[in-house]
Nanobody, 125 residues
Framework: QVQLVESGGGSVQAGGSLRLSCAAS????????GAWFRQAPGKEREGVAA???????SYTDAVKGRFTISKDNDKNTLYLQMNNLKPEDSGMYYC???????????????????WGKGTLVTISS
């Protein structure tokens, strides 16, 4: 059974940083894509950043140059380093796995089918 547990969310002021973590079990991040999605109140869920099994990455335009996705295959953990945060970055952040093909510039992969429960990020101006 796949389990994804996010942590690291919180409340910070604009310009600050946060590092999200996603501990995976029942699935190997070494073999599949890992990605971060977010959903703000009243908005659709959107892809933020993804990394495939080769270590290649995809980011949505809104976070390029500010966010960095990485993974530790030995720890089976996915990370999202978020710098220079903006109020519009606020929302629930979800970890996802599955698939093996990046969607360019969309921060996601095709065929992602396992999801965590999310961690809340709140950025104040």
């Amino acid at each position: 059974q796949v389990q994804l547990v996010e942590s690291g969310g919180g409340s910070v002021q604009a310009g600050g940083s946060l590092r999200l973590s996603c501990a995976a079990s029942g699935v190997s991040l070494r073999r599949y894509c890992g990605a971060w999605f977010r959903q703000a109140p009243g908005k659709e869920r959107e892809g933020v950043a993804a990394v495939d099994d080769y270590g290649s990455t995809s980011y949505t335009d809104a976070v390029k140059g500010r966010f960095t996705i990485s993974k530790d295959n030995d720890k089976n953990t996915l990370y999202l380093q978020m710098n220079n945060l903006k109020p519009e970055d606020s929302g629930m952040y979800y970890c996802a796995t599955g698939g093996d093909t990046l969607v360019p510039d969309r921060g996601s992969c095709y065929g992602m089918d396992d999801w965590g429960k999310g961690t809340l990020v709140t950025i104040s101006s």
